[in-house]
């Protein structure tokens, strides 16, 4: 949400404001308790000044009440930086049962009748 100038001045940008507390706070509040999932783009960690931003944002989601916020990355080669980084936190109670699916469709913590 930021750009450095070649001057070594910081220009904050207009999309700043979706990176901001109050709107993570908001997009919280708009999502169901048990299943609400947010997704949003992120910073790439092939820049070294960006990962005090993942660094941030994780914290931050988790104080906020998401459980388990993760980063993740996904290769693009037509990309400048190579990647694209991405945050997935989701609302659920964590004292809700865990199921592992694997790719047969089947999930640990099934009951089987």
Not at 75 to 100: C, L, M, W
Not at 101 to 106: G, L, R, V
């Amino acid at each position: 949400p930021f750009w450095h100038d070649e001057d070594g001045s910081v220009t904050i940008l207009p999309s700043s404001v979706l990176y901001d507390k109050s709107h993570f706070e908001s997009l919280y509040k708009l999502l169901k308790p048990t299943e609400g999932v947010l997704m949003f783009q992120a910073e790439t960690y092939n820049i070294p000044s960006n990962m005090e931003s993942i660094r941030q944002w994780k914290s931050l989601l988790h104080d906020l009440g998401f459980a388990t916020p993760r980063y993740g990355t996904i290769s693009i080669s037509t990309y400048p930086t190579g990647q694209i980084g991405f945050f997935a936190a989701h609302t659920r109670d964590e004292s809700n049962e865990e199921k592992v699916c694997k790719s047969d469709d089947t999930c640990e913590g099934d009951s089987i009748a």
